[in-house]
C-alpha cells in the first residue's frame, strides 16, 4: 500500500517528521491560499521520500474552515477562482462547519443550493487532479443525507465527475468494529478501485484539539484490515504525530 500524510500544521517542526520516514510518501498539506502551498511545497523540493504534495485549502474559521454548501459563498469563490486554469493536486476536505462557526447555518441558508452548484462545477471543471475527503456513512440513510448537503459522491453516475475519493475512518474517534471497517474498506475499492482511499487516525491532534490519540497496535489492526481489503492508499492523520514506533508499524505495510 502506499501509505501517505495529511498535516494540517505545516510548521517547520511538524514537516521535519518527513526525516523519519524510509518510503515514498504524498503528503496533503492545509493552506490558506494556493500561494502559502506553493511557498511550502517548494520548501520540501528536497526530501527524497517526498514523491507527490496536494493543496489541501482551508478557510479562515468565520468562513466555516473546511469545504461545504455552508462554507461562506465569497471564500468558496475565493478558493476556486485561484485555482482557475490550474492542474496543482487539489483535496476537498468536505466537512459540515459546526465546531468552527454553527452560525453559517444560518448566514449561507440562502446561498446553500448556489454554494452546492459552486462546488459541482469546480469539481467537474478542474483540469487538474482532485481528491474529496468525505465523512464514512454508517448506513443508506446517513448516505443519502451526505450526498443532499453536497458532502458526499457515490459513483461516478452522480452529477459530479468522481475522482479521488478519502474515507475519513479515524478509529481513535469514533469506535468501529473491524468486520464493519473491513466491509467499508471492500465496498470502496469495489466502487472506486485504486481511487479510494482510507483516512486512518489520528495520531495527533487537529484543529479540534481534543481528538483522541489512536494506539500504535489498533493502527496496526487497521492497516492489517487494509491489506486485506486491497485498499490502495492509506493516509495518515497528521504527520506531525509520527514518531519511531508508528513509523515502524507503517513501514512493514508501505510499498518501498
Not at 29 to 55: G, Q, R, W
Not at 66 to 74: A, C, D, V
Amino acid at each position: 500500500m502506499k501509505i501517505s500524510f495529511f498535516e494540517e500544521f505545516p510548521t517547520k517542526e511538524n514537516l521535519t517528521k518527513l526525516t523519519l520516514l524510509s518510503w515514498p510518501t504524498k503528503l496533503y498539506i492545509a493552506s490558506s491560499s494556493l500561494y502559502e502551498f506553493e511557498t511550502i511545497a517548494k520548501s520540501l523540493k528536497t526530501n527524497k521520500n517526498l514523491k507527490k504534495v496536494i493543496y489541501w485549502p482551508i478557510l479562515t474559521k468565520k468562513e466555516g474552515y473546511w469545504i461545504s454548501p455552508f462554507s461562506q459563498h465569497q471564500a468558496l469563490t475565493r478558493i476556486f477562482n485561484e485555482l482557475k486554469n490550474k492542474k496543482v493536486p487539489v483535496m476537498l476536505d468536505l466537512e459540515l462547519p459546526t465546531t468552527r462557526n454553527s452560525l453559517l447555518y444560518f448566514t449561507q441558508f440562502f446561498k446553500f443550493t448556489k454554494n452546492k452548484q459552486l462546488i459541482v462545477q469546480f469539481i467537474n471543471e478542474y483540469q487538474g487532479e482532485i481528491s474529496l475527503c468525505e465523512y464514512l456513512p454508517n448506513s443508506k440513510k446517513s448516505t443519502a443525507i451526505l450526498s443532499w448537503l453536497g458532502l458526499h459522491y457515490e459513483t461516478n453516475t452522480s452529477k459530479v465527475k468522481v475522482r479521488n475519493i478519502i474515507k475519513m475512518m479515524y478509529h481513535s474517534m469514533i469506535p468501529y468494529t473491524p468486520d464493519f471497517i473491513h466491509r467499508e474498506m471492500e465496498r470502496g475499492v469495489k466502487m472506486w478501485g485504486n481511487q479510494f482511499t482510507v483516512g486512518f487516525g489520528t495520531i495527533a491532534t487537529g484543529v479540534l484539539g481534543t481528538e483522541p490519540i489512536l494506539d500504535p497496535k489498533t493502527l496496526e489492526n487497521d492497516l492489517i484490515l487494509a491489506s486485506a481489503a486491497g485498499v490502495h492508499e492509506v493516509v495518515m492523520f497528521r504527520l506531525g504525530g509520527l514518531n519511531k514506533e508508528y513509523a515502524s508499524i507503517l513501514g512493514k505495510f508501505s510499498q518501498k
